[in-house]
């Protein structure tokens, strides 16, 4: 179907545009495009000089209620690229658009690096604009429609070596494995991941971050692309492998955690040690954050440190999840111990099991576990992950008339309080 009389562009609002460093030509242009009707409303024209990032620029967009903004790459490629890098991180939901007089692949890698999911060359043609919208506009549809949100677990161990990585593959696995639900895990280390290598995966092109980094073009088919598969059907972001560490602004980070909730029942994030701004931000987001541990003293007293700086930042303490990896019943330091220790209840214990662990490590695969305690342990856990998800929500009380009926009607005794 013609794209210039499709009903869904042409019912749908004009979006909010601004431009940023245009000449006086391509402005002219822009402002007959909008006239006739291309499917933008420009609220607002930049000069070049505020292309530098700044508070200023962000005023701006936002008092333009902008939408999509149009970012000339001619004049200043490298002051345009900062200032792209600049919105994708503070205003991820805002569309970017380069322009350029004339197409370079140098120069269109550089923008769509810098977050830019669409590049247009002067003079402006109107069928490639009403192209290039109708893609935000799919994007934008993709990304806002309403869907039920998945879970999202973080997990943090309280020192290296606790067995995160281990239990986040293994439960994620095990998630996945049958009732056709769609599990996504995703490492958030900043380099040295091993989640890939944990389920047997071949080294992946793509991490985590790559994807957050393209947080302007996110849609489907743009995930489908960065996705590793592992034979139980989960789906997984790694990490980075090299040592350099990746750099993504937190904002973006969530942004693109909010975009995959509404694909997945099931987000289960494996996060390094330790309270930085972007895992603060994680674990205000998460719905449940285990915690996992080990019966050593540096490890309990760094949890204990954890609960109470999380308390401190405004988690709420039910939200925190204790888990005691490789838990022996007779361990030097007991349960009483370690509950009084970190002024907290455990939340699940996982047995010590380390030769059973270290056997189905490298392919994800239950079969090594399936008739261990340590196997029936992480079972229950997805189960009663799985039950809890699907449990209907609380009805709240009913008010007005009936609920006076209903309570009139009650015996004394079991009556609703007020």
């Known amino acids: 179907m013609d794209n210039f009389h499709n009903p869904v562009l042409n019912s749908a609002q004009p979006l909010n545009a601004v431009s940023l460093g245009f000449d006086a030509e391509t402005a002219e242009a822009l402002r007959r495009l909008e006239e006739n009707g291309a499917g933008l409303r420009l ?5 070049l000089a505020l292309l530098e990032p700044g508070e200023g620029l962000l005023d701006r967009l936002d008092g333009a209620q902008a939408d999509l903004c149009l970012i000339d790459f001619e004049a200043d490629p490298e002051a345009a690229a900062r200032a792209a890098e600049h919105l994708r991180a503070q205003r991820p939901r805002v569309a970017l658009m380069a322009v350029a007089r004339q197409f370079r692949p140098e120069a269109m890698l550089a923008a769509m690096r810098s977050g830019c999911g669409e590049f247009l060359t002067t003079p402006l043609a109107e069928a490639e604009l009403r192209q ?59 380099f040295g991941g091993d989640a890939g290598l944990y389920l047997g995966l071949d080294r992946h092109a ?58 997945y029942e099931f987000l289960l994030l494996d996060c390094a040690y330790g309270l930085d701004e972007l895992n603060l931000e994680l674990a205000r987001f998460c719905q449940q954050f285990y915690l996992v541990t080990v019966a050593e003293i540096a490890a309990l007293r760094n949890a204990a440190r954890l609960i109470q700086q999380l308390s401190g930042k405004g988690v709420p303490p039910e939200k925190i999840r204790v888990v005691l990896n490789r838990y022996a019943r007779k361990s030097a330091i007991g349960e009483e111990q370690i509950a009084r220790a970190l002024k907290q209840e455990l939340d699940r214990k996982i047995p ?67």
């Open 132 to 190: 290039a919208l109708l893609r935000v506009r799919s994007r934008r549809r993709d990304q806002e429609a309403p869907r039920a949100s998945g879970q999202i677990l973080l997990f943090m161990g309280s020192k290296g070596g606790t067995g995160t990585t281990t239990l986040a593959t293994q439960l994620g696995a095990r998630l996945a494995r049958g009732g056709g639900r769609r599990v996504l895990l995703a490492e958030l280390k900043p």
């Open 352 to 418: 010590n099991q380390y030769q059973q662990a270290a056997r189905a490590t490298g392919t994800g695969d239950a079969a090594p576990l399936s008739a261990s305690e340590l196997g029936r342990s992480l079972q229950a856990w997805a189960e009663q992950l799985t039950e809890a998800a699907a449990a209907p929500a609380p009805r709240r009380p009913a008010r007005g008339l009936l609920s006076w009926f209903a309570r009139a009607a009650a015996p004394a005794g079991a009556r609703p309080q007020s």
């Open 43 to 47: 609220r607002s024209a930049l000069e």
């Open 206 to 263: 793509y991490h985590f971050f790559d994807l957050a980094d393209n947080a302007a073009r996110l849609d489907y088919e743009l995930l489908q692309s960065f996705l590793a598969r592992h034979a139980s059907g989960l789906d997984v972001l790694p990490g980075p492998d090299s040592a350099e560490p990746a750099r993504v602004a937190p904002a973006a980070v969530l942004h693109t955690l909010e975009f995959l909730r509404r694909h």
